[in-house]
């Protein structure tokens, strides 16, 4: 079965709107009954990125570019050129403000900006309607290149993946995490498309439940063979023999190979090393940040504190409690066994072969 998970989608032409898949809901949704957000403007998305309607590193950078194109049809058709780039700056800098660790969010937000600047350079005499074109395709582009860098991930991962084997992942970097079919779900998708055996097991993800909502759901949505896991419950399945590789997306990889994910990544990378069980990242080269030499200087989100005293709605620890709630940890390049993506394999990652596999 293949995956027609469409998280994010824009309709219409240049005065069109981002239609998104509203995670926050799922996945007390019935199949082909997904509640949507439909966002007109800017700060509409803003908000679906801070509260999670839409998330996952790629897709927070698709979203972006639409962004920006919905920040087009705001200028007024009288704006001079050099106006009009000022004011998307503008919105470009809020849409940065939303969240701060997935670099694919600023990687799309400069691209859309470098295509505005180069519009307007190269055509003095266009109209504000050629630019909201010209915006318009760049944001379908990153889009499209996105669905087909997951597309190739899946095919290059599916090598990994042990026949018969039992696959552990964090978080969820599936379709719902991205504009194709995922990074670290990609290769299980390839792999069940080949018919391939092998087995999931989906880490819950305290404290927002992205492996219990999202990845349970959508493997099952696909049909692939999963089973939930409480977080804690990891260390001891590998002692029992249980996992054979553990696979997870990724929200900024440094320039070494030092790699940014969903908090919880960091340990199982421990665990991992410690059972001599390759530990794998999957990733598009637009979540690469080669400006950051190591994982220190990577930016870790710092979320609300009742998103830990509480379970769903439920409270579940004192209301004054002190909270430490980072939404991300960093996995030291040496504890990874190779990073894949759309371009290959990087076995054993480190700031060279990272620098010569991305040109
Ligand atoms: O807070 P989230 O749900 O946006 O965190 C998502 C993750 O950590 C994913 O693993 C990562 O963005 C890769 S998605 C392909």
Not at 35 to 43: S, W
Not at 238 to 244: E, F, S
């Amino acid at each position: 079965m293949s995956v027609k998970i469409k998280t994010l989608e824009w309709i219409g032409d240049i005065d069109g709107f981002l239609r998104l898949i509203d995670q926050r809901v799922l996945p007390h949704v019935l199949p082909r009954r997904l509640v949507y957000m439909d966002c007109y403007d800017v700060p509409t998305l803003v908000e679906a990125i801070r509260m999670l309607a839409v998330r996952g590193a790629p897709a927070i950078g698709i979203t972006a570019g639409y962004g920006m194109s919905l920040a087009a049809q705001k200028i007024n058709d009288h704006t001079d050129l050099a106006q009009a780039l000022q004011a998307l700056r503008k919105q470009a800098d809020v849409l940065a403000s939303s969240r701060p660790t997935a670099v694919n969010l600023f990687w799309s937000l400069d691209r859309m900006m470098t295509c505005a600047a180069t519009f307007i350079a190269d055509n003095s005499g266009a109209s504000i309607i050629d630019l909201q074109r010209a915006l318009l395709l760049e944001a379908r582009a990153i889009h499209t290149e996105d669905r087909q860098m997951c597309q190739a991930i899946g095919e290059h991962g599916e090598k990994l993946i042990p026949e018969g084997g039992s696959i552990l992942t964090h978080c969820n970097a599936g379709a719902l995490a991205t504009g194709g079919i995922g990074t670290a779900l990609a290769p299980m998708y390839v792999a069940h498309e080949h018919g391939k055996p092998f087995h999931v097991y989906a880490d819950e993800t305290r404290p927002l439940l992205q492996g219990a909502r999202l990845t349970a759901w959508e493997l099952l949505q696909g049909g692939i063979d999963v089973t939930l896991i409480c977080d804690n419950m990891a260390g001891m399945l590998m002692k029992q023999g249980k996992i054979d590789t553990v696979i997870t997306g990724a929200d900024r990889i440094a320039a070494n190979g030092d790699t940014a994910n969903k908090i919880g990544t960091y340990g199982l990378s421990i665990l991992a090393a410690a059972h001599d069980i390759p530990f794998y990242i999957a990733a598009p080269s637009s979540t690469f940040d080669l400006k950051l030499s190591c994982g220190n200087q990577i930016p870790i989100e710092q979320r609300s504190p009742n998103e830990v005293t509480s379970f769903g709605d439920r409270p579940t620890a004192p209301e004054d409690v002190k909270v430490y709630n980072p939404a991300f940890d960093v996995v030291d390049a040496s504890k990874i066994t190779a990073i894949i993506t759309e371009k290959g394999i990087i076995e054993n990652p480190d700031a060279d072969k990272i620098a010569a596999h991305l040109g």
